[in-house]
């Protein structure tokens, strides 16, 4: 009776089913059969080189652009957080001008332009949306309200909080009311 293939028979030409010839079996199935052209086989070995090389380029730079992606969304996120900040600034200025200590109203006045310039130094400037025709992706239109001379329909009558943007994305929507047709008379 022959002994089981799992043992090793030292008789026997045949290796034994082991983890290891298994592994080396599979790495063989992935390797090109043996050719008689060395030339051929050279060939092809250069083009699945060139293959992985540019595989390997191509997740190199999918990995920097998402790594630059993160890096953005997370300056926004401390940018939009600089705009709140500089609102509420400029809130309290123009609630307590006229009535408060002129040294404390200029001190305050100077911290929110230093945020300002922060802003301006990593790009972000405000919308300029007063009398601009309206334009849903930098504008938010919260009332409509009637035209008159001086501001055409379908442009922003007066600016409710500002906008702001930071190169050609906008980071904040302009809140606005838009100017609307009058209603036609009978």
């Known amino acids: 009776m022959k002994p089981p293939r799992s043992q090793f028979d030292p008789d026997s030409e045949q290796a034994p089913d082991t983890p290891e010839s298994e592994a080396q079996g599979d790495v063989a199935e992935d390797a090109p059969a043996p050719s008689a052209d060395p030339a051929a086989e050279a060939q092809a070995m250069r083009d699945r080189w060139l293959r992985t090389e540019a595989d390997l380029q191509n997740f190199r730079r999918r990995a920097q652009r998402d790594i630059d992606e993160a890096r953005r969304v997370a300056e926004d996120r401390v940018l939009l957080g600089v705009i709140e900040s500089l609102d509420d600034l400029d809130r309290a200025i123009a609630a307590v001008r006229g009535e408060a200590d002129p040294a404390w109203l200029q001190g305050v006045e100077l911290v929110a332009q230093r945020m300002r310039d922060l802003l301006g130094r990593h790009g972000v400037t405000a919308l300029e949306a007063e009398g ?51 209603p036609a008379r009978e």
């Open 132 to 182: 601009a025709a309206f334009d849903p992706h930098q504008h938010e239109a919260l009332l409509q309200v009637p035209a008159s001379e001086s501001v055409l329909p379908g442009h922003v009558a007066s600016v409710i909080r500002a906008g702001w943007r930071r190169g050609d994305r906008v980071l904040r929507p302009a809140r606005v009311a838009v100017a609307a047709e009058p």
